[in-house]
Structures are given as structure tokens and as C-alpha cells.
């Protein structure tokens, strides 16, 4: 005959040996996915949240600051003429006003690709402020 302690000693080894299917497992995240605690691991911040702040604060400054910058080139702003990067002698003054135009016009198109990246740092800045941001409040 089986003593009650043989049948706790069954029972707890039957459920040592049980073995997990791949759908158990999901369930068992999903439901553990939300508590606090859990949620935390799940978290997709890869930067904290002074970093992400400063992030932000850094994309947006040279967002603006490019995005003039390509106005002023587009409009050949006499301020810019240095970093056009003009080289050697010109022949007569045609093919020195078409190396200027075309300088400013690159110029111009290559503020408004840096500002274009500064816009996905700022994407990026904003989902990871805002995502320290949801989980400072947790208790």
C-alpha cells in the first residue's frame, strides 16, 4: 500500500520531469510579460534616460541648424563662400560663377542629407526617452 509521502514524493517527481512544449512556454511568457517586473526585461532601451534626453535635445539643435544652413546655401548666402571649397585658377569668370553655384547647390543638398539623419536621431532619441520614461514611474 502507498503512504501519503510516497505519493508526494511521486508527484513531486513527476512534475520535476515534465517536459515543456515550445506553447507552454509562450504562455507562460505572455502571462508573466505582464507584470511589472517582467515588463522590464521585455524593455527595448538600449540608452538611459539622460542620454536619450540629451539625444533629443542634440537632434533637434542640429536639425534646425542644418535645415538654415541649407536655406542660406540654396539662397548663396556670401557668408558661406569659404566652405565652398573652390580649387585652382579659373580660366575666365563663367567657369568660376558656375564652380560657386555649384558649390552652394552641393552644399545645400548635403545639409538637407545631414538634417534627414538628425531626424531618425531624433526618432530614435524620442522612442528611448520615451520608453525610460514609462518604466521610471513603475513600482
Same mark, same amino acid.
Given at each position: ?12 517527481s ?17 502571462c ?23 539625444? !533629443? ?6 536639425? #534646425?541648424? @542644418? ?5 542660406? =546655401? %540654396? $539662397? ?7 566652405d ?27 545639409? !538637407? ?6 531626424? #531618425?536621431? @531624433? ?5 528611448? =526617452? %520615451? $520608453? ?8
Amino acid at each position: 500500500m502507498e503512504t501519503p509521502r510516497d505519493k508526494e514524493t511521486t508527484k513531486r517527481s513527476l512534475e520535476e520531469s515534465r517536459i515543456e512544449t515550445p506553447l507552454s512556454v509562450v504562455k507562460k511568457r505572455t502571462c508573466l510579460a505582464q507584470t511589472p517586473r517582467e515588463y522590464q526585461r521585455f524593455n527595448m532601451a538600449f540608452c538611459g534616460y539622460k542620454v536619450s534626453l540629451c539625444g !533629443l535635445v542634440l537632434s533637434a539643435w542640429g536639425l #534646425i541648424q @542644418l535645415f538654415f544652413m541649407a536655406i542660406f =546655401f %540654396y $539662397l548663396k548666402s556670401p557668408a558661406f563662400i569659404e566652405d565652398l571649397g573652390l580649387e585652382g585658377p579659373f580660366a575666365n569668370n563663367d567657369q568660376l560663377i558656375t564652380a560657386v553655384n555649384r558649390g552652394f547647390q552641393q552644399n545645400a543638398f548635403n545639409c !538637407l542629407i545631414a538634417a534627414c539623419l538628425y531626424i #531618425i536621431t @531624433l526618432a530614435v532619441s524620442g522612442w528611448q =526617452f %520615451y $520608453l525610460n520614461q514609462k518604466t521610471t514611474y513603475q513600482v
